[in-house]
């Protein structure tokens, strides 16, 4: 949807408007007029056709024109601009010198609406040769009204014409050289002066000069034409992740990720050396704050335009109904990934681009960055908050938490400093313990609420009770994860680890004593003696069939094994005094 709006809006600048509006009017008028007559006949079916087309054509490039490259020598592109407009003021007047037309209004209204329209794309372009097309039709105008009044207005035409072409083309030129020019030199002579040297006093350096309302117009215009390409940019990095991001590969194209400029390529060089010249000069001239804000606003835009493009708009997505938690937390990943991966190392080369400081463009790019990344932190730290009293959220849980490991901490180190990035870090590492928290409880928190608030009776003819099946296939979820598991519960440990046993033996242990406990109390309160002794028989035989089955018995040792031997022994015995 924002990509859609950022097209309409960039359709709905004015000089495009005005550019096209002034093409249909002069395609039509001069349809109309009698100079379409005497060049190509009356009308027939087909003039008509082909003019339609031709004019449809001409009008569309109009309305979708872009930048060109710009011509740079005024005095040159003055002396060629009053060549052709005298060659197209003798060529036209002598061609039709024959021509015995009554004049009508058409003709100078078509081209008056040509040379607006000239204007408009002149503007839009910048090319010199676009510039040259108003000056054809502004002579067109005036051959045209000359007809009407008196031909040897042409000289004086002419003389004005040329003397307000060079005036033009040389204030246009100074106006883009002077601002470079003076600031740079006076602030670099204002810094290479040495207060000690003899007769050179500290209060008479020059001061940084004030940055005028032209160059923040031309930043703020030089980010207008960045800000336009951005729907274009957003659309070429959905074109490349488009197997990504349809799940057709688990991983970003390697050719996408080895080409670590191409967002920044698809930038027109003149926007980023306007944009780099206009920015510098506005922190020379102590606008530092307004150039960053602006800046920093227009790249989070962009930002937030690609999140829509590429459909990975996590918080529109929760609100959605008809999608999952797991669909969700996927797309999560995937926006971590680019954002981690694409988007932000492009960001950090625009920034150095951008900016002679480096401090600046270190203070641009951690800003930028902040929102995106503390968006996704915040719904990691939403799934450590979910995973509270559920027991099958855990698979989410370690793939949220791989992917701060993974892809977000790494990040952190290689794009941002030191100093900027300590804030965001802290963050993330205060969401990393919630979440080895959220899968210790899963794991053990867990197991020991569903052992404590079990009221079950004991199963007929003492047989497995269904909480012990349920513990021990969570020990083997346990046992699988113990890579995992062991460092955390070093950190966060529930019980005491003896000396010489790892964290998760430890833990294991405790949840099989908890539960055997439990079910010695079940038990003792069974009106038939025997049957609860052959329940306790039942239930150890098959804990330890399970944890060697699994290989439970390789962590938790051989003592423990002797353990459950002596208990099952126990069991037996007070089984055959109460029978």
Known sequence: MASLLNRIQWLLQPWRIVGFVSCVAGVSCYALSSNFNHLLGHWNPLKISLYIICSTFFSIIVLFAKEWPRSSNPQIKAQFVFVVLMFTFIYTFFSNKEEVKKPDAYGPISFAAFTVMSWSVSRQTNHGFVSETLYFFLGELILELMKIINWWYVILGATFSYILITIILRLSKSQHQLPTQAPYSSFRHALNQDPHDEGTSPLAAPQPPRVSEDIVHNFKLALKKLHQDNWRLAWELQSRLNRYLTDEIDKIPEETLNDHNFLVDEISPQVLLELHKNANLMILGQRERDCMDEYINSRIHFLEMCQSELRLDIFQLQQKENINEEEIIKKWIKLSSIAMRILFPNERRLCDRAFNISSISDNCFMQICTKLTKDLLSFADGVADRSQGQSGYLPNILQVLNTLNDQIIPAFDSLFSIQSNTSLRSETITVVNRLRLAIRDQHFKGLEDLIC???????????????????????????????????????????????????????????????????????????????????????????????????????????????????????????????
């Open 453 to 579: 608030r079990d009221e079950r009776p004991i199963p007929r003819r003492g047989k497995t009770h269904k909480l012990t099946v349920e513990v021990m296939n969570r020990l083997r979820d346990a046992f699988e994860d113990r890579d995992i598991l062991e460092p955390i519960l070093h950190d966060y440990p529930k019980v005491l680890v003896s000396e010489g046993m790892s964290s998760v033996s430890a833990h294991v242990a405790w949840i099989i004593e908890l539960l055997e406990t439990h079910l010695e109390a079940k038990s003792n309160i069974c009106w038939d003696g025997a049957l609860g002794c052959f329940f306790l028989m039942t239930n150890v035989s098959y804990i330890k069939r399970n944890a060697c089955k699994i290989e439970l018995d390789t962590l938790l040792g051989d003592d423990w094994i002797q353990q459950q031997r002596n208990k099952f022994r126990q069991y037996l015995e007070d089984y055959q005094r109460s029978s």
